[in-house]
């Protein structure tokens, strides 16, 4: 995924930075995670080009999954610095024809107590068990809303990593605002028509006092027909 050759989906919404199509996956906590799905081999023709190896969709809990307030905190610790540290809370419930669900969560960590080369200057070895530089935080929240045919979901994420550039320590920021909005119109008993409109903000690469900020703005439109065959079509 950070070379930008394997797509991942958050619900069907694109996840991989807009500049170089990468993406890090500590942005994305297990607790939210209802299903994995996966697609092995060339997607590019269906999801883009971004799918070149593979498509990766990650679904989250629903109302019905939630069924109420959960709250959980986790705490890891690698060596003499902490591996990660988080709490979040979701809550969702579903009715008879209105399901919704919340989810936030915040966290940080470090990525690895171990010894690296510098990331721009040859021959220089941090040693991040004694130094900063290997660390990230971690903001997430999502909210879905379904009525009937209706479906709305909305997607939040800010993420700070950290890089050295000789001694001095820099934090790089990738945030992410992703909503999905989508309606079935049941035309008749075998024919839907789903029209949905998808919109991204993404900001990456964003480092303060480095002239680095890219933010891209990304609106897609699409339908989807679906119809369904029988016997009596033969």
Same mark, same amino acid.
């Given at each position: 995924?950070?070379?930008?050759?394997?797509?991942?989906?958050?619900?069907?919404?694109?996840?991989?930075?807009?500049?170089?199509?990468?993406?890090?996956?500590?942005?994305?906590?297990?607790?939210?995670?209802?299903?994995?799905?996966?697609?092995?081999?060339?997607?590019?023709?269906?999801?883009?080009?971004?799918?070149?190896?593979?498509?990766?969709?990650?679904?989250?809990?629903?109302?019905?999954?939630?069924?109420?307030?959960?709250?959980?905190?986790?705490?890891?610790?690698?060596?003499?610095?902490?591996?990660?540290?988080?709490?979040?809370?979701?809550?969702?419930?579903?009715?008879?024809?209105?399901?919704?669900?919340?989810? =936030?969560?915040?966290?940080? !960590?470090?990525? $690895?107590? &171990?010894?690296?080369?510098?990331?721009?200057? %040859?021959? *220089?070895?941090?040693?991040?068990?004694?130094?900063?530089?290997?660390?990230?935080?971690?903001?997430?929240?999502?909210?879905?809303?379904?009525?009937?045919?209706?479906?709305?979901?909305?997607?939040?994420?800010?993420?700070?990593?950290?890089?050295?550039?000789?001694?001095?320590?820099?934090?790089?920021?990738?945030?992410?605002?992703?909503?999905?909005?989508?309606?079935?119109?049941?035309?008749?008993?075998?024919?839907?028509?789903?029209?949905?409109?998808? =919109?991204?903000?993404?900001? !990456?690469?964003? $480092?303060? &006092?480095?002239?680095?900020?890219?933010?891209? %703005?990304? *609106?897609?439109?699409?339908?989807?027909?679906?119809?369904?065959?029988?016997?009596?079509?033969?």
């Amino acid at each position: 995924a950070n070379e930008g050759k394997v797509l991942i989906m958050v619900d069907g919404q694109e996840m991989n930075d807009l500049t170089f199509a990468g993406i890090d996956l500590n942005r994305y906590y297990i607790n939210e995670i209802k299903r994995i799905e996966i697609i092995r081999g060339p997607g590019s023709a269906l999801y883009g080009g971004n799918a070149e190896l593979g498509v990766i969709n990650i679904i989250t809990k629903e109302g019905h999954d939630i069924d109420g307030v959960s709250v959980n905190a986790a705490y890891g610790q690698m060596g003499s610095v902490t591996g990660r540290r988080n709490v979040d809370i979701s809550a969702g419930k579903k009715f008879k024809d209105m399901e919704f669900a919340v989810s =936030g969560m915040l966290g940080d !960590g470090t990525k $690895t107590d &171990g010894k690296g080369l510098n990331n721009f200057i %040859d021959g *220089v070895v941090n040693d991040f068990s004694k130094e900063k530089g290997a660390g990230f935080t971690n903001q997430n929240l999502h909210g879905s809303f379904r009525y009937k045919d209706f479906e709305l979901k909305y997607l939040f994420n800010n993420y700070y990593t950290d890089f050295t550039y000789g001694p001095d320590l820099y934090r790089d920021q990738f945030m992410n605002h992703n909503a999905d909005l989508k309606y079935a119109f049941h035309i008749n008993e075998k024919l839907t028509m789903t029209p949905r409109l998808q =919109g991204t903000y993404a900001r !990456g690469y964003n $480092t303060p &006092g480095w002239e680095t900020m890219r933010s891209v %703005d990304r *609106v897609q439109l699409s339908d989807n027909f679906k119809y369904i065959i029988t016997e009596d079509d033969f």
